[in-house]
């Protein structure tokens, strides 16, 4: 569906250095003017949300077909604040515009992570395992970035990882209709009914090794099951066109 500070992060590959705002002041002011208008908008149907534990560690792993994503997901997960990893870009553009983004994204706290580089991975993930360590909800888009044609591509072996190594678990999540509502290119939305649905947490065995042969083999139970939840169409591929 991406936490904050005042300020761009001093070097996003370093997971002390990525800014994370203790209260997330305007997460939870955003979350209280635009429910409402969400909801009359777009009527969200939601299944299996009761899922989501009201406290402790998790992953919400969803499918990412939209902008709006991000804003879906905390308006039916209520009671608690979701730590989305966002991409560096969103804090270190200039101008104006770039400004109101840093300071929309810092405060409502989401956390910057660059994707660039040999570390980019591992510093992702250092950062989400110190969020979950805080006892976070922690929200990311295993497909690594959103699918321009609607359908659903392979998903990258970090949240499995991420899952292994903290034994937290997984919630499969999948927006439904939300690509048909603001395709690429869209810059107001189309007004329609969406869906939300939330399968049953996955948690691997303890114990068992995480091997790139596993990570692969879990991320594709999860990938299966966010397709059943969303119905897309799989691309067989990772959103870069390659089998990974």
């Known amino acids: 569906m991406t ?17 994370v705002a203790r209260s997330g002041y305007l997460y939870w002011v955003a979350k209280v003017v635009l429910t409402p208008i969400l ?12 899922g989501v534990p009201r406290s402790g560690p998790a992953i919400i792993a969803c499918n990412h077909v939209s902008y709006l ?22 804090f270190t553009r200039p101008g104006l515009k770039g400004a109101f983004q840093r300071y929309f994204f810092t405060a409502t706290g989401q956390v910057p992570v660059n994707r660039q580089g040999t570390d980019a991975a591992s510093a992702a993930l250092r950062t989400a395992k110190r969020l979950l ?23 990258r072996t970090g949240v499995a990882r991420l899952a292994a190594e903290t034994g937290v678990p997984v919630i499969p999540c999948a927006t439904v209709g939300v690509f048909e509502l603001a ?17 049953t947490p996955i948690t691997w065995p303890a114990g ?30 990772d959103a870069w066109g390659r089998l990974s």
């Open 39 to 50: 909801t009359v908008a777009f009527r969200p149907k939601v299944v299996g949300v009761r």
């Open 208 to 237: 068992r090794a995480a091997s790139p042969a596993n990570l692969r083999t879990w991320t594709d139970e999860l990938m299966d099951e966010i397709q059943r939840l969303s119905g897309q169409e799989a691309a067989g591929v």
């Open 69 to 90: 994503d991000w804003l879906f997901l905390p308006l039916v997960i209520r009671f608690r604040r979701i730590s989305f990893l966002a991409k560096l870009e969103y």
């Open 3 to 19: 936490e904050p500070g005042s300020a761009a992060p001093r070097d996003a590959t370093d997971e002390s250095s990525a800014p």
């Open 183 to 199: 395709p690429p290119g869209t810059r107001v939305p189309r007004p329609r009914q969406i869906g939300l649905r939330f399968g």
């Open 133 to 155: 360590e805080e006892g976070r909800l922690v929200g990311i888009f295993p497909e690594g970035t959103r699918s321009r044609d609607g359908r659903l591509y392979r998903g």
